[in-house]
């Protein structure tokens, strides 16, 4: 059997993947998550001392909390299994990402194993986040320097 | 199947809480002066949906929740308000906001009928908490 036939018969026999009923699984699940996460938003606003733009930084620590609990117990794997990209994008993912290599380097000690690997997986997104974000002001304080646009 | 299951009871709770949902857009407490002129700045302005207007002594504060789709531009049109109530009482102390935190302690007040004294206080810790950025 020739390369090229192979490919042509492996086509042929791949299913097609479902990719309208996995969009709308990852946009109910990813959006459950994100209607949490508001949630706890307006739980912040409305018993603590925070307003719309301080509650932020709460909100996304307790959202990584309960994705901590829920990736302890093996349930976000099962999510992520369903909803795909839904329960990844969401800052649980980013939270799930950390975690799960903690877990997985327990047994080499903690600081070799879970503090050597901690990052392993999530590293990238916080390296990408804090260099696009230095760039990001960069082009902005230029701007702003020359008078194109205000703060 | 299964997805209609979930999303059918979602629906229905959602048009049924649509439909309870209207309730006064414009609120004052406190001295009943001029509440009228406020009410009609208030209304020129398109991008305004729901306002709460506290007076007391020589002062005003306005919690406002603007449309959603105007949420994009929000500190923006905070500042636009402000500007336009600066002018407007410019011997007045009139300070604007559009954060849901402010619009819902300004109904608290309401509700409770606080006192004058007390009333200064729970206000400036509104004002101190407003300009709180982290």
Not at chain 2, 47 to 61: A, C, E, H, P, R
Request: proline content about 3%; hydrophobic content about 45%.
């Amino acid at each position: 059997m020739e390369k090229e036939q192979y490919q042509q018969l492996e086509q042929n026999v791949t299913p097609k993947p479902p990719y309208f009923k996995n969009v709308a699984k990852a946009f109910l699940v990813g959006g459950l998550i994100c209607t949490i996460g508001q949630a706890v938003s307006l739980f912040y606003i409305i018993f603590f001392d925070f307003t719309e733009a301080t509650a932020g930084n709460p909100t996304v620590s307790t959202m990584i909390f309960f994705a901590m609990i829920l990736t302890g117990f093996g349930l976000y794997k099962k999510i992520g299994q369903i909803a795909g990209a839904g329960s990844a994008v969401p800052v649980t993912g980013f939270g799930n990402a950390v975690i799960s290599a903690a877990i997985e380097h327990r047994s080499e000690g903690l600081v070799l194993g879970v503090g050597g690997n901690l990052f392993k997986l999530a590293g990238s997104v916080v390296l990408f986040g804090v260099v696009s974000a230095f760039f990001i002001a960069l082009i902005k304080f230029i701007l702003v320097s020359i008078g194109v646009v205000s703060w | 199947m299964k997805l209609l299951g979930i999303m059918l009871p979602l629906l229905v709770s959602l048009t049924l809480l649509s439909g309870c949902g209207e309730k006064e857009k414009f609120i004052v407490y406190g001295s009943p002066e001029n509440e009228k002129e406020v009410e009609t700045i208030l209304k020129e302005e398109d991008y305004v949906d729901k306002t709460t207007v506290i007076q007391y002594d020589n002062s005003m504060l306005v919690a406002t929740q603007i449309k959603p789709w105007h949420k994009w531009k929000k500190t923006k049109l905070e500042k636009k308000l402000q500007k336009k109530f600066d002018e407007k009482y410019p011997n007045k102390e009139v300070f604007v906001s559009a954060d849901y935190k402010i619009f819902y302690e300004a109904n608290k007040i309401k509700r409770e009928q606080v006192e004058d004294n007390k009333l200064k206080d729970k206000i400036k810790k509104l004002k101190k908490l407003a300009k709180e950025e982290t």
